[in-house]
């Protein structure tokens, strides 16, 4: 059996285009190793009794089939056709896991089998890849314990190095009674045969005797011997029971070694800044240096609760896999549940009590129900944005909700076997200065859905994610996401695809518009003339299209995003959504009228400019192209931030216009 990578267009007659290259053996992984959407993986066979070949899996489509192939006798391969019904493409193309293939004959025996085929993810590194599996979990962990609001960065890290300084003292109680269990564990009888000598037999069964009668002069013989084993129920519950335990800690171990390189590169970039720190004018360079400090103290403070945090789970690593070392947990697994032993001995009660406990202390064994298996990669990486999403709002932009987040997924995943059209309700203060002194705080709502439908004209639609803002005024205002995981190489893709996409599905349609309708996916755009948060340059579509790179190692883009809308789309400039503080920025008024916004939290290092355009109708330096002083706001973050959605240029407070497309010095150029 041959594999190999094929060109395949599935709506043509004939879909293999071309047998590109046999597909790479890796000795030391003994298995295949392609990449997603490098082509289609087909099978040739030289057995002539082949009647039939099928793609088995482990869990790379929802329900348990195998995918049946088709013979395609021009280029004399087996190949998958995909399925357009549950929106699943050929194999190959945009799946990542484990599969193999197998052959068989007319009566349908399995007469041939390949080596496991490993796909890799193409768009993301495989400890990224696998990092957006655990995040899933991980975050959903975080959102069984976000109930209450506002949250921060900060809290969710001391209380994850709380709960690993509590796992760890109940597990060093568990640990004491198992050592104590470890003395006389309990056992059972198993029935096993053995050779055994004939005065050892107590009870001479048919069998015995027999064998006896034929050969008189033999003295050992097989017969039904009962052994003593610790292979019962309580152990292998036991054993189950800390490996999840040994899991969760291992996972939240590898968190924190990854912030923690996030954060030092995050200081080194800051120090750096520190030193070659400059302003236009002195308020100016005081309000970067104060920021720059602010964010510095701020990084360093969230180092060393993410370094404390590791070494309580390394801790709690080290004392499991010492658990794990008794000699009567030396069996399988079986999932935790009471039993009559666990109920009448006391000390198998009090370990299970103290098992019992770890596992509600994170909701590991709830969550075994609600991380269901997603192997193909774009619904992967859809289900992950927005898990991270909701994540996001809470623990960053300060919104709040008074629905059981966690419970809501669980109930919603049990009767509908997916999130598909599930939403959310968030709610936080936000502010806008009507005059200098007296910001005006008005009451923001908002709703989040995942695949809400609608419909124009004679066409449906269904955007991955929809948020839908209401506020003091009687409109609601709408802004569209769609999470697109496949190739972006160069800015014609790119463009094309936010036309396609953004504009032409979500945007030009509909009589009502979105305030914005933005892409979000895993690459990084190389060509940096293009700002995709301005994909259109006229003036209506001002940062109304766009896109933004996420990942797990990039998760900034929804952020700024997310300020982009709250500041400039709906004008409540004086709300920090750094930190997702519940109070207003304090405002300072500047020389030639700009507004200077610092954020009122102490710990927060948010501090931001607003102007206005100088290409404006009615302003003294009004040019040919001058549009409305109402399109004319311009807003401006520091450099080290990372949430400039305006167009930045070489000087520190200069944006380039997402309007007119042009920047203060310009204004003498005629």
């Not at 004399?76 to 193999?100: A, H, K, L, M």
């Not at 209401?470 to 036309?499: G, V």
């Not at 944006?655 to 007119?660: G, H, I, R, T």
Request: with cysteine; aromatic share 12%.
């Amino acid at each position: 059996m041959e594999l190999w990578i094929a060109k395949i267009q599935s709506a043509r007659e004939h879909p293999i285009q071309e047998l590109v290259k046999p597909l790479e053996f890796s000795r030391e992984n003994n298995c295949y190793i392609a990449s997603e959407y490098e082509g289609t993986i087909v099978v040739k066979v030289s057995n002539d009794k082949v009647r039939q070949v099928f793609l088995s899996h482990y869990g790379i489509v929802s329900n348990e089939k195998r995918i049946p192939l088709i013979y395609d006798a021009q280029n004399d391969v087996w190949y998958d056709r995909g399925n357009e019904v549950e929106e699943r493409s050929p194999i190959g193309i945009n799946q990542c896991g484990t599969f193999f293939f197998e052959a068989e004959d007319k009566h349908g025996f399995i007469i041939d089998r390949s080596s496991d085929v490993y796909i890799t993810s193409s768009l993301l590194t495989k400890p990224e890849f696998e990092q957006m599996k655990d995040d899933i979990a991980m975050m959903l962990e975080d959102l069984f314990t976000a109930d209450h609001g506002p949250a921060t960065t900060v809290e969710l890290w001391a209380k994850n190095g709380s709960m690993a300084e509590h796992i760890l003292g109940k597990l060093q109680k568990l640990y004491e009674v198992l050592l104590e269990l470890d003395r006389m564990p309990h056992e059972q009888l198993i029935r096993e045969y053995r050779v055994v000598p004939l005065n050892q037999i107590k009870q001479l069964d048919s069998k015995v005797l027999i064998e006896r009668k034929m050969f008189p002069f033999k003295d050992k013989f097989l017969a039904p011997v009962n052994i003593r084993s610790i292979d019962i129920s309580e152990h292998r519950m036991m054993r189950w029971s800390i490996e999840r335990v040994l899991d969760y800690a291992h996972r939240y171990a590898a968190q924190a070694q990854n912030r923690q390189v996030e954060l030092s590169k995050r200081i080194d970039f800051l120090e750096y800044s520190l030193k070659n720190l400059y302003g236009s004018n002195n308020i100016e360079k005081e309000k970067i240096e104060n920021s720059l400090n602010k964010d510095l103290q701020y990084a360093y403070e969230i180092l060393q609760i993410t370094k404390q945090s590791e070494v309580f789970w390394k801790q709690v690593i080290e004392l499991a896999e010492k658990c794990l070392e008794f000699h009567f947990l030396q069996v399988g697994e079986e999932q935790l549940g009471e039993t009559h032993l666990f109920t009448f001995s006391p000390l198998y009660s009090e370990v299970y009590q103290y098992l019992d406990n770890l596992l509600q202390a994170s909701p590991t064994k709830q969550l075994a129900n609600i991380a269901v298996p997603l192997q193909k990669s774009p619904k992967l990486y859809e289900v992950w944005c927005f898990i991270s999403i909701i994540h996001s709002l809470i623990y960053d932009c300060g919104f709040i909700t008074k629905q059981k987040l966690y419970a809501r997924i669980r109930q919603y995943v049990k009767e509908k076997g997916g999130l598909e059209g599930i939403s959310f309700t968030f709610e936080r203060p936000v502010y806008r200065y009507t005059d200098r002194y007296n910001p005006r705080k008005t009451n923001l709502v908002l709703e989040v859905h995942y695949e809400r439908p609608f419909s124009h004209g004679e066409k449906s639609y269904r955007p991955d994610f929809t948020l839908i803002f209401h506020d003091e005024t009687p409109e609601t205002k709408t802004a569209f996401l769609d999470a697109k995981y496949q190739p972006l190489f160069n800015r014609k893709s790119w463009i094309e695809l936010i036309r396609d996409t953004s504009f032409r599905k979500y945007y030009e349609p509909l009589v009502k518009k979105p305030v914005a309708s933005f892409l979000m996916h895993p690459n990084t755009l190389n060509d940096v003339s293009v700002h995709t948060w301005n994909a259109a340059m006229k003036e209506e579509l001002r940062h109304k299209l766009g896109s933004f790179s996420y990942k797990p190692s990039d998760k900034k883009g929804f952020i700024k995003w997310m300020n982009m809308l709250v500041h400039y789309h709906l004008g409540y400039n004086a709300t920090c959504m750094h930190c997702g503080i519940h109070q207003p920025a304090r405002l300072e008024i500047g020389e030639i009228g700009q507004k200077y916004f610092t954020c009122s939290n102490d710990h927060c290092e948010a501090f931001w400019v607003q102007t206005v355009c100088f290409n404006r109708k009615g302003g003294g330096w009004a040019q040919n192209d001058a549009h409305t002083a109402a399109t004319a706001t311009l807003l401006k973050y520091t450099k080290h931030s990372g949430m400039n959605y305006h167009k930045e240029t070489t000087d520190e407070w200069d944006v380039f216009c997402p309007v007119c497309n042009k920047r203060a010095q310009d204004r003498f150029v005629h």
